[in-house]
């Protein structure tokens, strides 16, 4: 068989246990964080939202776990406010989420658990970044920025 037909075969295989992916609008969301599942996503009921411009470590990489259970800590089961703009990457819609206000994107940096990315903040983070590792509290030294940031 040709790649592509292989391809179209696993496709149709695959379709009925798919799980439908919501459209990604640009609309403000306003709801209890339900589940965390890394130090940049977050889950409002059963939309995952991908913090944009922020990037944070993996569970499996140097920080990835501090990320996590920090963004656990400062988010789980409260109120939050998400401005989602529209674009989607992979299963996430992506905004700019505020617990109380403060950007929850900006208040990841500034602790030293998470990156600007530049690419999709455009520089929003810089200075967040810049104060942490000023602290000596960044990951920068453990966690190099994601070549998709650049």
């Known amino acids: 068989m040709t790649g592509r037909l292989l391809g179209v075969l696993a496709c149709l295989l695959l379709l009925p246990w798919s799980t439908p992916v919501a459209q990604c609008s640009r609309e403000t969301l306003t709801g209890e964080v339900t589940y965390v599942r890394d130090g940049d996503t ?9 913090l944009q411009g922020l990037a944070a470590p993996e569970w499996n990489e140097p920080g990835g776990t501090e990320a996590r259970e920090a963004m656990i800590e400062l988010v789980q089961d409260r109120t939050v406010r998400c401005e989602l703009d529209g674009t989607r990457t992979y299963d996430r819609c992506a905004g700019m989420c505020y617990l109380d206000g403060v950007d929850i994107s900006e208040a990841m940096v500034r602790r030293g658990l ?19 590792a000023a602290d000596g509290t960044t990951i920068g030294w453990a966690y190099p920025l994601p070549g998709y940031c650049r």
Do not use: N, P, T, V
């Not at 977050?42 to 991908?50: K, N, Q, T, Y």
């Not at 520089?123 to 970044?129: K, Q, V």
């Open 114 to 132: 998470a990156r600007d990315c530049r690419r999709f903040s455009q520089g929003r983070y810089a200075e967040a970044e810049r104060r942490a």
């Open 42 to 50: 977050i889950e409002l009921g059963e939309m995952a939202i991908r």
